[in-house]
């Protein structure tokens, strides 16, 4: 899909539109959050880490969408509960369904996000909003208990905080900032694999910010710790919700100041300069070799087609 320059690249990326007014001062007003929970029209995700629970043979809303009657009797009555915020009039929540098995001809079925996302079946609004609750819950499940002394620790604020009762520790959800750049030079962009790409596939350098690092500095250290360059100019493009499972893809164009790779092999399993047309070519298929990029629901695919469209 081509924008106008002035417009947010992000738009159009799957996991980046979000309809949700999330209502943080609501959080903490348990009156208010039973409330919505109870209100008419209430509608809850159900998710068992990455796979969301649908209900087969329904359509629109209706697939993932449940009312919380449903959903409690997914999840059961002791799943953390999250506010997600507030869309079209009505609460959104997610709740936590650990190991749900929906068995043949049982009327819901676990399904994968992203494979969810690829085939982009659900309603559009909806893949914000499981991106929020899928990282939300990831960040739940890796923090059970206080990273100061030990003990369990408790979800408060309607699943944004969690409390130690023991020392008073608070703990806020936390989302892993990735950089992901198109490295340019004279016309050509660099891609690469990873030891765990599906045969075929190239796509743009990775890695995440370090803690002290600024953006820019993180595109410029990954690109010389993986490929050997150094890279002049960094330019924001966009950026979209990544949750597999918490993270938040920060895309950028990065300027090679040479051509030359040295290719780190723990990092990397091949890398190197592509032309604009065999880009394109990756985008929309036809490669002769049968190369391709990441599906549209990445944020490297549209780094990628916006180097093609040369914007
Ligand atoms: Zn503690």
Redesign the pocket.
């Known amino acids: 899909m081509s924008l106008p320059p002035s417009a947010d690249p992000s738009a159009a990326f799957r996991f980046a539109r979000n309809a949700l007014d999330r209502h943080g001062e609501l959080r903490d007003d348990a009156t208010a959050i039973e409330a919505a929970w109870i209100a008419l029209g209430t509608r809850v995700f159900v998710l068992d880490g990455a796979r969301v629970i649908l209900r087969r043979g329904a359509d629109g809303d209706a697939i993932a969408a449940h009312d919380t009657e449903t959903a409690r009797a997914l999840a059961g009555a002791t799943a953390t509960r999250l506010f997600l915020g507030a869309a079209e009039g009505v609460a959104w929540f997610a709740l936590a369904a650990d190991g749900f098995e929906g068995g043949e001809g049982a009327p819901f079925e676990a399904a994968d996000l992203r494979a969810l996302a690829v085939e982009g079946s659900l309603p559009a609004d909806h893949y914000g909003a499981l991106a929020t609750a899928r990282g939300l819950l990831h960040w739940h499940d890796g923090h059970r208990f ?6 369990p ?1 408790q979800v408060v604020s309607a699943g944004w905080k969690r409390v ?6 608070e703990h806020f959800p936390r989302t892993d900032p990735v950089a992901i750049m198109s490295i340019e030079r004279n016309g050509r962009c660099l891609l690469g694999r990873g030891h765990h790409f599906r045969d075929g596939m190239w796509s743009c350098l990775a890695g995440f910010v370090e803690p002290g690092e600024t953006f820019e500095a993180a595109v410029r250290r990954e690109a010389h710790e993986e490929v050997g360059l150094r890279i002049g100019r960094v330019t924001y493009f966009a950026s979209e919700p990544w949750p597999f499972p918490g993270s938040l893809m920060i895309g950028a164009r990065a300027e090679a100041l040479g051509d030359d790779l040295i290719i780190d092999p723990v990092e990397l399993a091949a890398a190197r300069w592509f032309e604009r047309d065999e880009v394109r070519l990756l985008l929309d298929g036809g490669h002769p070799q049968g190369l391709h990029a990441p599906p549209p629901i990445a944020i490297a695919h549209h780094l990628m087609r916006r180097f093609v469209d040369g914007r």
């Not at 206080?146 to 003990?151: F, H």
């Open positions: 206080c990273a100061r002394c030990g003990a620790s130690c009762e023991a020392c008073g520790a």
